[in-house]
C-alpha cells in the first residue's frame, strides 16, 4: 500500500490515548495539575519514568497532541512547543549556549531575535559574532573552538536574502556544531529543513499555521541529526543521552524552569490551524508570486523583492530549497520614508499591523516600527532601509490587493 500523504497524516494522527467520548477534535484540557491513584504513579510520572501528565507548565495533553501532529508530518526526533516564536527562539539558545561561548550567525535577522542575541544573551556572558552567511569563507573565519551553533533564517526578515543552506550545514557539521534555522517564512509542509542539513528548526507558529492569527505559538523542532556527543557542547547530557541530549535539556532543564510552554487554548486553534495550512500557503504564496510580477511595472516603486521573481539575486538558490513559491511575504521600495507613510495612510483594503500570514493581508514600514528603537547606524548595519515596505499577502483576490497598493501610490513619484 503506498504511504499516506503528509495531509492525510496530519488529519489523521491518533491520540495519545482513546478519548472517552471518541471525539473527533482533541479536547482542550483546561486544567493546571493531573491526579494519580498512588504515589508510586506520582513518582515515576514527575521523575521521568512514565509519559503521564503531572502539570500544565509542563505538559498538557492539549498540546502534546499538537506537538504529535507536527512531529508525524516533519519526521522530527522532537516537537516542543511554546508560547511565542519569541519563546522558541529564546528556550533554543538558553539550551545550547554558555558564558564563554559564542553564536554565529548574520546581521540580517528580526528586530527582536537581533536584540536577543546582541544585547541579552551578551549580558550572560554568550557573544554573537554577526558575519556574512553567503560568504563561506567568512563564516569559518568565525567559528571556534567556543561556537555554540551557526545559526540562521532561511529567507531573512525584512532583506530577502537566502543562504546556501546544504554549504552552511557542511560547514557547521566539520566544525562540529549544530545548524539551527528559523524556517517562519516557507512551512514545513513545503520546505523540508533537515534534507538541507538542518539539525533544530524554529518556528513562529503565530505564523502560518495559526490561520487567521489567532494565537501566539512557537515550535522548536529537534530532528535528532546532530552528535552531541563528538562535540564539547552539553557535556552533561550527550553521555547518557546522545542524539537526544538537546532535548532533554530543553524539556527536562530549560523550558519547565524559564515557564513558556505553550497554553491548550493556543494549541488547540493552531491544530485547528495546521489542518489548513497546505491550502492556505498555496493560496497566498500563488499571490504573493503574482502580485510581485505585477508591482515591478508600478512607476512609483523603484525594487520589489521577491526571491521567486527570476531577477532576484537569490532566485536560484531559493528555488533550489523552496521550490517556485517562497512564502507569502514580498517588499518593496518607494522613493522616501516620507512616500512610505503617505502610501500607507491612503490604503483601504491592506492592514497595518505587524505579524505575518494571517488571512488578511498586513502592511507595514520595519524601520520605523519592528525595528523604530534602532539606531540609525545600527539598521544600517542590518540592510533595514527607511525606504522598504513589507507586505505579508492574504487570501483576497490578488487583483484586489494591487488595485489598492496602485490607488495608494497614486500621484506619487
Same mark, same amino acid.
Not at 60 to 76: H, K, L
Given at each position: ?10 488529519? @489523521? ?8 467520548? @471518541? ?12 491526579? %494519580? ?11 521521568? +519514568? ?42 533554543? /539558545? ?24 546582541? /544585547?541579552? *544573551?551578551?549580558? %550572560? ?62 512551512? %514545513? ?17 503565530? !505564523? ?10 512557537? *515550535? ?20 547518557? %543521552?546522545? !542524539?537526544?541530549?538537546?532535548?532533554? +535539556?530543553? +524539556?527536562?532543564?530549560?523550558? +519547565?524552569?524559564? =515557564? ?61 530549497? /523552496? ?22 495612510? !491612503?490604503?483601504?483594503?491592506? @492592514? ?7 488571512? !488578511?493581508?498586513?502592511?507595514? @514600514? ?5 525595528? =523604530? ?41
Amino acid at each position: 500500500m503506498k504511504e499516506f500523504s503528509v495531509e492525510a497524516k496530519l488529519l @489523521h494522527t491518533p491520540y495519545n490515548k482513546p478519548d472517552a467520548y @471518541h471525539a473527533l477534535s482533541m479536547p482542550v484540557y483546561n486544567s493546571a495539575a493531573y491526579e %494519580f491513584e498512588t504515589a508510586e504513579e506520582m513518582e515515576d510520572a514527575f521523575c521521568g +519514568r512514565s509519559p503521564e501528565h503531572v502539570y500544565s507548565r509542563i505538559t498538557n495533553p492539549t498540546v502534546q497532541y499538537f506537538e504529535d501532529r507536527v512531529r508525524t508530518i516533519t519526521n522530527a526526533f522532537s516537537v516542543t512547543a511554546l508560547n511565542s516564536g519569541m519563546a522558541a527562539i529564546t528556550n533554543t /539558545f538558553m539550551t545550547i549556549a554558555r558564558a564563554g561561548g559564542n553564536i554565529v550567525t548574520s546581521s540580517h535577522l528580526f528586530g527582536n531575535t537581533y536584540s536577543f542575541l546582541k /544585547f541579552t *544573551l551578551a549580558d %550572560f556572558g554568550v557573544e554573537t559574532r554577526f558575519c556574512d552567511l553567503t560568504n563561506p569563507e567568512e563564516v569559518r573565519a568565525n567559528i571556534d573552538e567556543n561556537t555554540c551553533c551557526l545559526f540562521l533564517e532561511v529567507i531573512t526578515n525584512p532583506q530577502m536574502e537566502v543562504a546556501n543552506l546544504k554549504q552552511l550545514a557542511a560547514i557547521a557539521h566539520e566544525k562540529q556544531i549544530p545548524l539551527i534555522a528559523d524556517t517562519t517564512i516557507v512551512p %514545513f509542509t513545503v520546505f523540508k529543513a533537515h534534507d538541507f542539513g538542518v539539525d533544530i528548526e524554529i518556528v513562529s507558529s503565530t !505564523k502560518y499555521i495559526s490561520g487567521g492569527a489567532t494565537g501566539l505559538g512557537g *515550535l522548536i523542532l529537534d530532528y535528532g541529526s546532530f552528535n552531541w556527543a563528538e562535540s564539547t557542547l552539553l557535556p552533561r547530557f550527550s553521555g547518557p %543521552f546522545g !542524539k537526544g541530549a538537546f532535548t532533554v +535539556r530543553l +524539556r527536562k532543564e530549560i523550558h +519547565r524552569n524559564m =515557564g513558556a510552554y505553550m497554553t491548550p487554548q493556543a494549541a488547540y486553534m493552531q491544530t485547528l490551524g495546521l489542518e489548513t495550512l497546505t491550502l492556505r500557503f498555496e493560496k497566498q504564496a500563488s499571490a504573493c508570486l503574482k502580485l510581485a510580477q505585477m508591482l515591478t511595472s508600478v512607476p512609483a516603486i523603484r525594487a520589489v523583492n521577491y526571491t521567486g521573481l527570476e531577477s532576484n539575486p537569490c532566485y536560484q538558490i531559493s528555488l533550489e530549497q /523552496f521550490g517556485p513559491l517562497p512564502g507569502a511575504m514580498l517588499t518593496f521600495d518607494l522613493s522616501s520614508k516620507e512616500a512610505c507613510f503617505s502610501f500607507l495612510n !491612503k490604503l483601504k483594503l491592506i @492592514h497595518l499591523a505587524t505579524n505575518l500570514f494571517d488571512n !488578511k493581508s498586513l502592511i507595514i @514600514h520595519p524601520a520605523s516600527t519592528i525595528y =523604530g528603537t534602532f539606531t540609525e547606524k545600527q539598521r544600517e548595519s542590518m540592510d533595514v532601509k527607511p525606504t522598504t515596505i513589507r507586505l505579508s499577502v492574504g487570501l483576497e483576490p490578488v487583483e484586489d490587493i494591487y488595485n489598492d497598493i496602485v490607488q495608494a501610490l497614486k500621484n506619487e513619484k
